[in-house]
């Protein structure tokens, strides 16, 4: 594996990076429109809803949780999950404050 030189860019930048990866597959959009519309899920609402098997949902389920963007609760067997408010939040305010940096100019 290759080494990504992530130390040579500033934190602000690392940071976004590893809020955009939240967003990279379309699989993890699709788990973050039902946590948004659902509020709260197992992994088995997911794999009835989403044309994945129940390893490849637990796969992005993980990659969601390391982001940070959703947390899990552990209800009896299961563990349920649901959207991180305050991480929610802050991808938000961060995507809102980078695009609103673009100023319309006549390039290219």
């Known amino acids: 594996m290759g080494i990504t030189k992530s130390e040579v860019f500033k934190k602000r930048q690392n940071h976004m990076a590893t809020l955009a990866k939240a967003f990279d ?14 509020r709260t899920c197992i992994t088995n609402d997911l794999v009835n809803q989403l044309p994945l098997s129940q390893s490849t949902i637990s796969q992005h389920l ?10 899990g609760e552990v209800e009896g067997p299961k563990l349920n999950y649901c959207i991180d408010e305050k991480v929610w939040e802050e ?3 961060v995507f809102i404050n980078f695009f609103a940096k673009y100023v319309p100019k006549n390039c290219c």
Do not use: S
């Open 91 to 93: 991808a938000r305010d």
């Open 62 to 71: 993980k990659e969601l949780k390391q982001i940070g963007i959703i947390k």
């Open 25 to 38: 597959h379309p699989a993890r959009v699709a788990i973050l429109e039902y946590l948004l519309t659902n």
